[in-house]
């Protein structure tokens, strides 16, 4: 296995000057608040069912226990914690939408999502693909090939809002499938947690489309963002070499978020990893993206992290050095991101 590095500084553009703030890091013992939310069973069945057989690989069964194990940090909050099942993971727990029991994603300090992603438009390799397209009445159904029918640019991804999204080749975007069919979040510039003074979101697919004003991920609480899914954070090609495909992404949602997790391709349900350990190293204090590769499935692990700028070196990273148990300060609007992923030659790390 080979651990690959990457960092990067990233010039956003903005109608004025931001200044990158950097927050005093924070070495108390505060309870963090975790939200779960495990999504293996789709309306109708509009995704594929991944449910799994063991409790320790599904981060709603042992993983939620271990990390509730306990009183006070470094466990989890137990009054504001929260864990969110099959039906119970739609827009309204994604989102800050006011209004509703739920709580979204930016308002807990690290959410663990599992279930079906995608981004778009994704570098896949060349095999058959399932996909629906909304035609103004109806909803047709699809077989292609990943990488030619350019999800998100030349074939509308209709799963957002409709018309559906044609931007995708040049504001690329990580998908969530949400459980009501034909529905997603949708992380990126022109979408959900991007910049701009309000995001499209709908509950179903024949609802009308509303307008929702929030800020970016982190603005709020979240640190760290696992997306436990297939290729949702692609900082990698299928042979290992560097993509800027989550960079692309992620940078517009960064508020204040420290890193998101994921893989950068596929794997199937049977490759997951006991999560037991994952939880017992949070709590232990090991750095959260060592832990994250721990479990990793099918090297196919990836991360994004901010950074702080000027780049001061791995030593005193927040890739390398972040925790659950004790996070680092806030890098607010960063213009420096580190990525890493697991690749399947060697044991070296490399850096460029």
Not at 169 to 181: A, F, N, Q
């Amino acid at each position: 296995m080979k651990q690959q590095s990457i960092s990067k500084t990233y010039k956003r553009s903005f109608s004025t000057l931001l200044a990158v703030v950097i927050a005093a890091a924070i070495t108390g013992c505060k309870e963090n608040e975790l939200g779960v939310y495990t999504l293996c069973s789709y309306e109708d069945n509009w995704k594929g069912n991944v449910c799994l057989s063991d409790p320790d690989d599904d981060p709603y069964e042992t993983f939620w226990t271990v990390m509730n194990s306990g009183s006070g940090a470094p466990y989890a909050d137990h009054g504001e914690s929260r864990r969110y099942k099959n039906q119970d993971v739609n827009i309204r727990s994604v989102l800050p939408i006011p209004g509703d029991s739920y709580k979204g994603w930016d308002e807990f300090d690290l959410v663990f999502f599992y279930g079906h992603n995608n981004m778009i438009v994704p570098p896949h390799p060349h095999d058959t693909f399932g996909y629906y397209t909304y035609n103004g009445s109806t909803w047709d159904h699809h077989y292609g090939y990943l990488d030619e029918i350019g999800w998100g640019s030349t074939t509308p991804y209709d799963y957002y809002t409709y018309p559906g999204v044609t931007t995708g080749d040049t504001h690329p975007g990580s998908v969530t499938y949400l459980y009501y069919k034909y529905t997603s979040a949708l992380l990126g510039g022109l979408y959900h947690y991007g910049q701009g003074t309000g995001h499209q979101w709908r509950m179903h697919w024949n609802d009308p489309v509303q307008t929702t004003i929030y800020r970016q991920l982190g603005n709020k609480d979240l640190e760290f963002l696992i997306l436990h899914g297939c290729q949702a954070v692609i900082t990698a090609n299928m042979d290992g070499s560097y993509n800027d495909m989550a960079l692309r992404t992620f940078h517009w949602t960064q508020g204040s978020w420290h890193i998101i997790m994921g893989h950068y391709k596929s794997y199937s349900t049977s490759q997951l990893v006991s999560l037991v350990g994952f939880a017992n190293d949070l709590i232990a204090g090991v750095p959260i993206q060592k832990a994250y590769f721990d479990v990793d499935p099918a090297n196919n692990s990836s991360a994004i992290a901010a950074e702080a700028y000027p780049f001061s070196g791995w030593s005193n990273s927040t890739m390398e050095n972040d925790k659950w148990s004790d996070a680092m300060g806030d890098h607010k609007d960063s213009s420096e991101f580190t990525m890493r992923w697991v690749t399947n030659v060697g044991t070296s790390q490399q850096q460029w």
